[in-house]
């Protein structure tokens, strides 16, 4: 089935590190592919997406690059802040019928 | 334009009792997501609904769980006769359409089921 493998954590970086969170997928056919980010308390928010091979989502100094050929999803930072520390969900979403597919999250705290 | 509303942000039910978690969708979006996070955990689908109709509920428990989105006013998750295992954050989504690039899915602030 179709389904998110992500880099388990948690991550503890320094601020102004380089940040790298893992993500593979499986799926049968083309999905669209997510990075959405949770803090505190709060819901789920939308990082950035790519909707096919090759394509590169990218927002608020995020970035991460559709790659078929390794099936992964990448998401990746410069230099973190403080206000990073969340937990990065990546997704795919795929068919007619939307549902989402999430990966387990990951933890990112970033320290001073 | 209002994002997603789910109300109550928490609830607390003892053991037996019911749950009712509601769901108001963005404006003009017509299909809904509930998914379950566990504490420490991503989020699970539970279903999808448009209007009037389940699409998938594939990932929602055959006994004791329910939704429905009616024709007028919010997606109602029913959980009947709780258990402990019930706690956990209800995260309700909404998309305008379905669809390559259409897909977005936005998120309501969730709630909080704590079971006693």
């Known amino acids: 089935g179709n389904s998110v493998t992500q880099m388990e954590g948690p991550v503890t970086l320094s601020e102004e590190a380089f940040l790298t969170i893992n993500c593979t997928y499986t799926?049968?056919?083309?999905?669209?592919l997510f990075w959405y980010v949770q803090y505190p308390g709060e819901g789920l928010q939308l990082l950035l997406k790519?909707?096919?091979?090759?394509d590169k989502g990218s927002n608020k100094g995020f970035e991460a690059t559709y790659r078929k050929e390794t099936t992964s999803f990448h998401l990746e930072k410069g230099s973190v802040q403080v206000s990073d520390s969340a937990v990065y969900f990546c997704?795919?979403?795929?068919?007619?019928?939307?549902?989402?597919?999430f990966g387990a999250g990951t933890r990112l705290t970033v320290k001073p | 334009n209002a994002g997603v509303m789910q109300n109550p942000r928490h609830l607390v039910r003892r053991r037996g009792q019911e749950a009712r978690l509601r769901c108001s969708p963005m404006?003009?979006?017509?299909?809904v997501y509930w998914y379950r996070q566990l504490p420490e955990e991503g989020l699970k689908f539970m279903v999808y609904?448009?209007?009037?109709?389940?699409?998938?509920e594939s990932g929602m428990p055959k006994e004791r769980f329910s939704a429905e989105f009616p024709k007028e006013g919010p997606s109602i998750l029913r959980i009947q006769q709780v258990v402990r295992g019930d706690s956990a954050a209800y995260f309700c989504?909404?998309?305008?359409?379905?669809?390559?690039?259409?897909?977005?899915?936005?998120f309501g602030p969730g709630t909080r089921l704590t079971v006693l």
């Open positions: 989504a909404s998309s305008l359409r379905v669809g390559q690039g259409n897909n977005e899915q936005f």
């Open positions: 799926a049968t056919g083309y999905p669209s």
């Open positions: 790519a909707t096919k091979a090759d």
């Open positions: 997704a795919l979403s795929f068919g007619n019928n939307n549902d989402m597919r």
């Open positions: 404006k003009g979006h017509s299909h």
């Open positions: 609904l448009q209007k009037e109709n389940i699409i998938d």
